[in-house]
């Protein structure tokens, strides 16, 4: 069964530093991987995701991934956090057997500190 | 990317009663939409999978019987809580997929429903 970990529940990051928000896969077959994020009550945005081709993948609002197959890893990356970067970060992979389904990591809480 | 729709975006009803949240793709035609319940401080768990002109899938653990999903339309899908209690206030989120080009390997996401009973 395809699954994605986020090992961190909520990642501190000073304004200014670059931020890591780490993500781990098991997939059978090459993975489909996104990054989502969500605002305080509201519906999950796009930001990026990994289908082929480069390993550096570029996304919205500065944000970037890279996609390292030998650690299995899609860790989420921006080199200089912004305080309206603090949200809730979702990794995902696309379960590519079954009607496009998605499956979600736990989530990871982003608090950028001013 | 795909706009999607949902509403209401907040409900409160009485224990008993039968709640619809609609949601609708504004800009493309999606053959699939799912739906997903978020708790609070929580994953997004997937209910069922919606399929236009068919019966939906529900995940197991999920009652089809209490969770009506109608997906008429290629622009609609609407879910029923029916008979609701309080243990089904939650965050309902909807999401698209299976559209035309470009849409397929990404979902988009309504802004969700947060349904409170009383």
């Known amino acids: 069964a395809q699954s994605v970990a986020q090992p961190e529940d909520q990642v501190n990051v000073a304004e200014g530093n670059p931020l890591t928000v780490k993500c781990t896969y098991s997939v059978s077959g090459n993975p489909y991987l996104f990054w989502y994020v969500q605002y305080p009550n509201r519906g999950l945005q796009f930001l990026l995701k990994?289908?082929?081709?480069?390993?550096l993948v570029k996304g919205s609002y500065g944000f970037e991934a890279e996609f390292n197959k030998s650690q299995t890893s899609f860790h989420l990356k921006k080199p200089s956090a912004l305080v309206s970067d603090s949200a809730l970060y979702f990794c995902a992979v696309r379960d590519r057997g079954r009607d496009d389904k998605i499956i979600f990591g736990k989530g990871t809480r982003l608090h950028i500190l001013p | 990317g795909a706009v999607v729709s949902q509403h209401p975006s907040w409900v409160i009803c009485k224990s008993g009663t039968s709640v619809k949240i609609e949601c609708r793709s504004l800009d493309f035609q999606a053959t699939t939409m799912f739906w997903y319940r978020q708790f609070p401080k929580q994953s997004l768990m997937l209910m069922a999978t919606?399929?236009?002109?068919?019966?939906?899938?529900?995940e197991q653990g999920v009652e089809k019987d209490k969770f009506l999903i109608n997906h008429a339309s290629l622009t609609l899908s609407t879910l029923t809580v029916t008979s609701a209690h309080p243990e089904d206030s939650s965050f309902y989120i909807c999401?698209?997929?299976?559209?035309?080009?470009?849409?397929?390997?990404?979902?988009?996401f309504g802004p969700g429903t947060r349904l409170t009973v009383l």
């Open positions: 999401s698209t997929g299976g559209g035309l080009a470009g849409y397929k390997d990404t979902q988009y």
């Open positions: 919606s399929n236009e002109g068919s019966k939906a899938t529900y």
């Open positions: 990994y289908i082929t081709g480069d390993n």
